[in-house]
């Protein structure tokens, strides 16, 4: 077989062919695996849902989104998704719950680039238990910020800009909590989307 001259047209058909070729290849794996991810996201949700409300069997009964937060309406109190894009690492989101009253029940971070060993520590830091545990505060009747910045939380140790971001989570979840987002809708059919499911 003739060796291809390396010439600038040559170059550019094979550099061509690869390209699509590879993006063709992409394009197959994540068609094949959007479904299986977006069912573990889900589970990894209801998940979430039920241990920050402390309950097994919780109903969502609707989800209603308020300036970018989500909050999930359940037979057992409320559950608020929340995120921050100033972590140390980036973006940081934390699903909260609240009790009737506005106490937190329970958190659990869902998305974080943060350090290991360092930020990473938002995980449990804040838990039960935990030097700058946040259950059974309320963001009504706490100052729920670092006590560097006069606050009632302890930062993680050196993760001050991760404890920031974490916390900044936690009262834009209360503060939508406290609106009730009942008024928002589902922004393309303008429906609020209800859920009857039983996890």
Known sequence: MKKLQSTWYNMSI??????????????YVNDITYEPIQKIKEQQLQDGIKAVLSADKVKV???DTLDG?????TNKGKAVQASDPNG???KLTV??????????????????????????????WFQK?????????????????????????DA?????????????CVNAAYEAFAKGAETETDGESGATRQYDDNY
Request: hydrophobic content about 45%.
């Open 14 to 27: 094979v550099l061509t062919l690869i390209s699509v070729v590879a993006g063709a290849a992409l394009a």
């Open 61 to 63: 009964q609707s989800v």
């Open 69 to 73: 937060v989500i909050v999930y309406v």
């Open 88 to 90: 140390f690492g980036g």
């Open 95 to 124: 699903l909260v719950g609240f009790d009737k009253r506005g106490a937190i029940q329970g958190y659990r971070v869902l998305e974080s680039a943060e350090t290991p060993g360092l930020g990473a520590k938002a995980g449990e």
């Open 129 to 153: 238990g935990s030097k700058g545990c946040i259950i059974g505060m309320s963001p009504a009747k706490n100052n729920m910020t670092v006590k560097q910045d006069g606050g009632d939380v």
């Open 156 to 168: 993680i140790t050196a993760s001050t800009i991760t404890s920031r971001a974490f916390l900044r």
